[in-house]
């Protein structure tokens, strides 16, 4: 669906690349052109995934960096790191932390191990990216993974719910800007996407079974990874640049489902509903019987 070089001479910046949506989005960016940094807390990993990556796709670069984002020092470096072996294009906040947990069980380390990730570690990679970019009047773009609950709020998730909701302000806030700058921000609210990590915080009494989203998804399944790629490679082109300071949802209209007075309707079947029209129907003749 995209040109073949569509990120020709790019080069993006994709935290927790190394596995799940991150590896995802990087591989589609570097089929697509670009060469691309991955970072994450598990060097061993990212090095497996650049090794693979760049195997696959002979000709292209992908460089790993160690590091804990929740460390403003550590980003500040390895972004100065990054920017010694050349300029980046793009960002990609896909880095995250999350668990279920009733809220009344968090301690504040237990906050703090989501919100410094999630809140802090995204600010602190987005604006050391920004400086640059704005001191070297270069055009870039940062695209950050969000989900559903910035405008639903969700239980059992508040600290995750809390920090990408600040995300989203984030990304509305500079948007405007930096726009003047060439910098454009945007993000995408991914539904489920079984993905290893997510799945074993979020699923763990349901390990390998996605029949809840079967009947809880109004499209009756889960995402495939490569359509949140694909949007990915769409938001990160120079082609919609106009596109600026929006949270675009890709969960089947699973995110919106819930906000239906009547969605729990989506499980009758077609006898239910004659049966509730002739309810209706017996009703208004009732009705109608008293006003002749
Ligand atoms: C209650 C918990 C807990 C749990 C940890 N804590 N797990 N409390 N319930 N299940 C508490 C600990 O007791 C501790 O507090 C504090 O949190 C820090 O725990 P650590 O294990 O030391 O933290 P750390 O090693 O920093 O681990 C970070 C992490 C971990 C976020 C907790 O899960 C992680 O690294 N995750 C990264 C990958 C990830 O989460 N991927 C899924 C992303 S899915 P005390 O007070 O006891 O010391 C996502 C959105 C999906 O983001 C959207 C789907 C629709």
């Not at 670009?34 to 090095?47: N, P």
Request: glycine content about 10%; aromatic content about 8%; charged content about 20%.
């Amino acid at each position: 669906m995209f040109k073949a070089d569509l990120f020709k001479g790019k080069r993006f910046l994709v935290t927790g690349g190394g596995t799940g949506l991150g590896r995802m989005m990087m591989e589609k960016f570097v089929e697509l052109g670009a060469d691309c940094v991955i970072c994450g807390r598990r060097g061993s990993v990212l090095e497996e995934t650049a090794k693979q990556v760049m195997a696959k796709y002979p000709g292209r670069r992908v460089d790993t960096h160690a590091v804990d984002i929740r460390v403003a020092t550590a980003v500040e470096e390895m972004i100065e790191r990054i920017w010694v072996t050349g300029p980046l294009d793009g960002l990609v906040n896909n880095a995250a932390g999350n668990f279920i947990s009733q809220t009344k069980d968090l301690s504040p380390r237990a906050f703090d191990a989501i919100a410094n990730i999630v809140l802090h570690g995204t600010f602190y990679m987005t604006n050391a990216c920004g400086k640059r970019w704005i001191a070297e009047r270069r055009k870039a773009s940062v695209l950050s993974i969000l989900t559903t609950w910035v405008w639903t709020g969700s239980p059992f998730v508040v600290p995750s719910a809390m920090s990408k909701a600040g995300v989203a302000v984030m990304t509305q806030s500079l948007a405007v800007e930096w726009a003047r700058h060439g910098i454009r921000l945007n993000a995408i609210a991914p539904g489920p996407f079984p993905t290893e990590g997510a799945w074993a915080r979020l699923n763990p009494l349901k390990e390998g079974d996605d029949n809840r989203y079967n009947t809880r998804n109004p499209m009756g399944r889960v995402g495939r990874p490569s359509e949140l790629a694909n949007m990915a490679a769409f938001l990160m082109s120079e082609e919609v640049e106009y596109i600026n300071g929006e949270v675009i949802a890709i969960d089947g209209a699973m995110g919106i489902m819930g906000n239906g007075t009547f969605s729990n309707m989506m499980a009758y079947s077609d006898a239910d509903w004659q049966r509730i029209r002739e309810q209706i129907q017996s009703a208004n003749a009732a009705d109608r019987a008293k006003r002749s």
